[in-house]
């Protein structure tokens, strides 16, 4: 899902779907790629003279500021603002994300000192230097990449937080929460006459189903046992949960009021799911439930700002309000 908002920058909507298709997928590694190289070659090319100059310990302590100016241009200004005027990425995305992959890419700037190197002119310190730095950085790439392989077979790091029953509780009703979300978004996949209303309802299924899927995974992994269903009275108890005749109030909606009647409703329930995500951050619970919340909680908030048409620069306040707000109404 990440790469198909990243493909919403320069395609557009048509990137969106209910479920990520390959093509979007690959153009979005594309644009990502592409981007990556563009500010390798700012830092080696464009501020070539001063940058030449730097031996590689020096360009590894400048790879964290490196990486938050050049994020912080992508999600502040370049993508939401001037040139792509793409709010989506923004308000679906928080900054830490953006920041985290550039900052992975930065750190690999050193390396790049061994390409203008003439043979025998490097000093062997920094030869020393960046042959370490490589097979460090390959022994965390092999780390990840096995740790992906097992989490993919359902074989996840241990569950380590401090209050087992909130965590599952929180796991569960979020689960069915995004239940009742997807079967709310199909209805508008099908009835929307707004053809980007309708184009937001399929990454809504797209985007909840694959979290869904990974808090099941979880639950396996760290729990071992199968997921309970929540009973009816925590479905009533649950904040922007609907009710049965308010998902029918939808779903026989005349046509020409179904847009607003759907993002009324959805704006309710997404309202209830950012306060359940919002607890979870704020909780004791496993940091991957913790940070994986947070992501929820700005995405479900820039959810409803795009259904309410939010663009320009008031999504990029609106984007940046989401992130940093520590209680949610």
């Given at each position: 899902m990440d790469?198909t908002?990243?493909?919403?920058?320069?395609?557009?909507?048509?990137?969106?779907?209910?479920?990520p298709?390959?093509?979007?997928?690959?153009i979005g590694?594309?644009?990502h790629?592409?981007?990556?190289?563009?500010?390798?070659?700012?830092?080696?090319?464009?501020l070539?003279?001063?940058?030449a100059?730097?031996r590689?310990?020096?360009?590894l302590?400048?790879?964290?500021?490196?990486?938050?100016?050049?994020?912080?241009?992508?999600?502040?200004?370049?993508?939401p603002?001037?040139?792509?005027?793409?709010?989506?990425f923004?308000?679906q995305q928080?900054y830490?994300i953006?920041?985290?992959?550039?900052a992975?890419?930065a750190?690999?700037y050193?390396?790049f000192?061994?390409?203008?190197?003439e043979?025998?002119?490097?000093?062997?310190?920094?030869?020393?230097?960046?042959?370490?730095?490589?097979?460090?950085?390959?022994?965390i790439?092999?780390t990840?990449?096995?740790v992906?392989m097992?989490g993919?077979?359902?074989?996840?790091?241990?569950?380590?937080?401090?209050?087992?029953d909130?965590?599952?509780?929180y796991?569960?009703?979020m689960?069915?929460?995004?239940?009742q979300?997807?079967?709310?978004?199909?209805?508008?996949?099908?009835r929307a006459?707004?053809?980007?209303?309708?184009?937001?309802?399929?990454?809504l299924v797209?985007?909840?189903?694959?979290e869904?899927?990974?808090?099941?995974?979880?639950?396996?992994?760290w729990f071992?046992i199968?997921?309970?269903d929540?009973?009816?009275?925590?479905r009533a108890?649950?904040p922007?949960?609907?009710?049965?005749a308010?998902?029918?109030?939808?779903a026989l909606?005349?046509a020409d009021?179904?847009?607003?009647?759907?993002?009324?409703?959805?704006s309710?329930?997404?309202?209830?799911?950012?306060?359940?995500?919002d607890?979870?951050?704020?909780?004791?619970?496993?940091?991957?439930?913790?940070v994986?919340?947070?992501?929820?909680?700005?995405?479900?908030?820039?959810?409803?700002?795009?259904?309410?048409?939010?663009s320009?620069?008031a999504?990029?306040?609106?984007?940046?309000r989401?992130?940093l707000d520590d209680?949610?109404?």
């Amino acid at each position: 899902m990440d790469w198909t908002t990243v493909a919403a920058i320069p395609v557009r909507d048509w990137a969106l779907g209910s479920e990520p298709s390959w093509s979007a997928i690959l153009i979005g590694i594309a644009f990502h790629q592409w981007a990556d190289f563009s500010w390798a070659v700012v830092f080696f090319g464009v501020l070539g003279r001063w940058t030449a100059t730097l031996r590689p310990l020096a360009i590894l302590l400048l790879a964290l500021p490196w990486a938050i100016f050049s994020s912080g241009m992508e999600w502040f200004v370049l993508v939401p603002l001037f040139p792509f005027w793409q709010p989506l990425f923004t308000l679906q995305q928080p900054y830490w994300i953006g920041l985290l992959v550039h900052a992975s890419s930065a750190l690999m700037y050193p390396l790049f000192a061994r390409l203008r190197w003439e043979r025998g002119a490097a000093a062997e310190r920094d030869l020393r230097f960046t042959d370490a730095w490589l097979a460090g950085a390959l022994a965390i790439v092999a780390t990840l990449g096995i740790v992906a392989m097992f989490g993919s077979h359902g074989y996840e790091l241990p569950w380590v937080g401090r209050d087992k029953d909130a965590d599952q509780t929180y796991m569960r009703h979020m689960t069915t929460h995004h239940a009742q979300g997807i079967a709310l978004a199909r209805i508008a996949v099908r009835r929307a006459q707004d053809p980007h209303l309708q184009k937001l309802a399929q990454l809504l299924v797209a985007s909840q189903t694959g979290e869904s899927r990974l808090l099941e995974n979880w639950w396996l992994s760290w729990f071992d046992i199968t997921m309970p269903d929540c009973s009816s009275d925590e479905r009533a108890a649950m904040p922007g949960f609907l009710t049965s005749a308010e998902m029918r109030l939808v779903a026989l909606a005349p046509a020409d009021q179904f847009d607003a009647v759907f993002v009324e409703m959805m704006s309710r329930h997404h309202k209830g799911a950012v306060k359940m995500a919002d607890q979870m951050w704020h909780s004791r619970g496993d940091l991957r439930l913790r940070v994986m919340a947070h992501a929820i909680r700005h995405e479900q908030q820039g959810t409803i700002a795009l259904m309410h048409g939010a663009s320009g620069f008031a999504a990029v306040l609106t984007a940046t309000r989401n992130m940093l707000d520590d209680n949610v109404n």
